[in-house]
């Protein structure tokens, strides 16, 4: 089974500056993705960024980098130089492997709501 | 523009009702994934099915069904509507079942509320 756990229901930053959203994960498959999406008020899921759990280096999108610590099972989000547009939910989300071979569905964290301060 | 549609985008309903949702994947996609969105259940995952064929389920209840259909487009039926189904129900696509590297692409959602 996997496991996502975002234990901050909201956070606030000011404009310009950079925030970290936390995520901890929890599985046993032995090769796994972790994704980041983005869930602004009008409600579409927006993919930000990928880590692949055997990736040696941190992902980063633009403004968007991970900070993967796998022996922490921790995958956090760091958002630099933050803009009023950033202000949305934040989904962290895992996929792993079935025995079968085939990838699992998604499994999401409960999420992280942004607001960005002007 | 993720390339998943989904229709309606909106529906409001009465208890006991039966809607269907309708959701076209991204070109090329065989995986298509239905989710269910509520204030209290958060994102939760329903049924995937790939190429027309059911490969796995989630937290789907007896009353919910959905299928896949030869063009590879998706519905998905829910019926004996009660309160707390109002929720919005996302569809997503993925290109193949191998894969666990490619994110799943969403629809816009269609938000049900049943009054």
């Known amino acids: 089974a996997q496991k996502i756990t975002q234990t901050q229901p909201g956070m606030f930053v000011q404009e310009k500056e950079a925030v970290t959203l936390d995520c901890t994960y929890d599985?046993?498959?032995?090769?796994?993705?972790l994704f980041w999406y983005k869930q602004p008020s009008s409600g579409e899921m927006i993919f930000l960024i990928y880590?692949?759990?055997?990736?040696?280096q941190n992902a980063t999108e633009g403004r968007y980098s991970l900070n993967f610590q796998k022996a922490r099972k921790s995958a956090n989000l760091v958002i630099s130089a933050s803009q009023l547009g950033d202000s949305a939910m934040y989904f962290c989300?895992?996929?792993?492997?079935?025995?079968?071979?085939?990838?699992?569905?998604?499994?999401f964290g409960s999420g992280t709501q942004l607001t960005v301060l002007p | 523009d993720s390339g998943v549609t989904q229709t309606p985008k909106h529906l409001i309903t009465a208890t006991g009702q039966r809607v269907t949702l309708r959701c076209s994947p991204r070109?090329?996609?065989?995986?298509v994934y239905w989710y269910q969105q509520s204030l209290d259940q958060g994102l939760q995952f329903l049924i995937q099915?790939?190429?027309?064929?059911?490969?796995a389920k989630g937290n789907i209840l007896e009353r919910f069904s959905a299928q896949q259909f030869p063009d590879l487009h998706s519905e998905l039926n829910l019926s004996s509507l009660e309160l707390g189904d109002s929720a919005l129900y996302f569809c997503?696509?993925?290109?193949?079942?191998?894969?666990?590297?490619?994110?799943?692409?969403f629809g816009e959602g269609s938000r049900l509320t049943v009054l």
């Open positions: 997503a696509s993925s290109p193949g079942l191998a894969a666990f590297t490619g994110e799943l692409f």
């Open positions: 599985t046993s498959d032995p090769s796994y993705g």
């Open positions: 099915y790939y190429n027309g064929e059911e490969r």
């Open positions: 070109s090329g996609d065989l995986s």
């Open positions: 989300a895992m996929r792993g492997t079935l025995s079968s071979g085939s990838a699992r569905q998604l499994t």
């Open positions: 880590q692949g759990s055997y990736d040696q």
